[in-house]
T-cell receptor, first 113, second 108 residues
């Protein structure tokens, strides 16, 4: 069974631009969560989607948004990029919400210049 | 204020040593996860705990819900265990609070 895939793996953008990252969960998994990892703040929860609905949201500005499609694939979008948005963005999938093992993708490394 | 505290931040061990990483948390949780992150970024979920103790190979994870504390033990450590180990707590659903991680280096 294929693991969680994320595209693109690396991305360079400039301040003010917007970016869309994609995550394909493991087949049969309906929950997708997104995380940001930076050297200064460590891992932080962005949001979780289940059955095309955002179920939980972390403490991030409205520039960060996401969505989930009927096939459980998810995208996250960051508008008006800032230098501080440079980070590793990870997604993880699980079969359901609740007490479930999370399976992480390899991440997308975003550099904002 | 960090909901999850890990110790130590950095750990260097000789191959074969017994290793303990600690995690304390301040929020009510439905589950606690131990994650392993290798250089390059990939994260693997090692354990999900809501009570008691779990063992997988040379890894053992314990949790004390009353004391809000968990430990990850590695027996007979090996250089391939070198990684960052992250404690994550889930108050509910899949929304996590993460510790800052423990960077482990095992020297041959």
């Amino acid at each position: 069974k294929a693991g969680v895939t994320q595209t693109p793996r690396y991305l360079i953008k400039t301040r003010g631009q917007q970016v869309t990252l994609s995550c394909s969960p493991i087949s049969g998994h309906r929950s997708v969560s997104w995380y940001q990892q930076t050297p200064g703040q460590g891992l932080q929860f962005l949001f979780e989607y289940f059955s095309e609905t955002q179920r939980n949201k972390g403490n991030f500005p409205g520039r960060f948004s996401g969505r989930q499609f009927s096939n459980s694939r998810s995208e996250m979008n960051v508008s008006t990029l800032e230098l501080g948005d440079s980070a590793l963005y990870l997604c993880a999938s699980s079969k359901r919400q609740g007490l479930e093992t999370q399976y992480f993708g390899p991440g997308t490394r975003l550099l904002v210049l | 204020k960090n909901e999850v505290e890990q110790s130590p931040q950095n750990l260097t061990a000789q191959e074969g040593e017994f290793i303990t990483i600690n995690c304390s948390y301040s929020v009510g949780i439905s589950a606690l996860h131990w994650l392993q992150q290798h250089p390059g970024g990939g994260i693997v979920s090692l354990f999900m705990l809501s009570s008691g103790k779990k063992k997988h190979g040379r890894l053992i994870a314990t949790i004390n819900i009353q004391e809000k504390h968990s430990s990850l033990h590695i027996t007979a450590s090996h250089p391939r265990d070198s990684a960052v180990y992250i404690c994550a707590v889930a108050p509910g659903g899949n929304q996590f609070y993460f510790g800052t991680g423990t960077s482990l280096t095992v020297i041959p």
